[in-house]
């Protein structure tokens, strides 16, 4: 399977919210399409998509705000796990941040998500001994 990376482009969107949910990426709380419209006006070329013979098969979010990067929203097509999609992607968009000079990459993931963990693991991404706080300035819904 030959695999594309590009940037996202505003066409993409309802493919790519589709994918979200499929992927179980998607909360009430959160209006994707408002993250996805968030994300164009921040460094839009940190959002990737990769395809294939036109079929869209996933996507990661990337951001750096001078003194690390994250990755956020990494998703690829269910008929498409465990074939070197993620990895491809998650590669992608470190490459694109190193190239920005970021020194280090963090992500976040739901506790019970012990797959992703170990796909991170695999990858060379480490358990922090942190705790995440946040706090919500805008309500989506």
Excluded at 18 to 31: E, F, H, I, S, V
Excluded at 39 to 66: R, W
Excluded at 78 to 86: A, F, K, L, N
Aim: proline share 5%; charged share 25%.
């Amino acid at each position: 399977m030959q695999i594309q990376f590009r940037p996202f482009h505003p066409d993409d969107t309802e493919h790519i919210v589709a994918l979200w949910q499929a992927c179980g990426l998607t909360r009430p709380w959160n209006d994707p399409r408002k993250d996805i419209e968030r994300k164009l006006q921040e460094e839009p070329e940190l959002f990737i998509v990769a395809e294939s013979e036109g079929q869209l098969l996933g996507s990661v979010m990337a951001g750096y705000d001078g003194h690390r990067g994250w990755i956020y929203y990494l998703s690829v097509r269910p008929t498409h796990q465990s074939q070197g999609v993620g990895k491809s992607l998650v590669l992608q968009a470190e490459q694109k941040l190193l190239a920005r000079g970021c020194p280090k990459i963090q992500l976040m993931i739901r506790s019970e998500n012990s797959s992703v963990q170990a796909f991170y693991s695999a990858l060379g991404y480490e358990s922090a001994d942190v705790v995440v706080l946040g706090k919500r300035l805008i309500e989506d819904q």
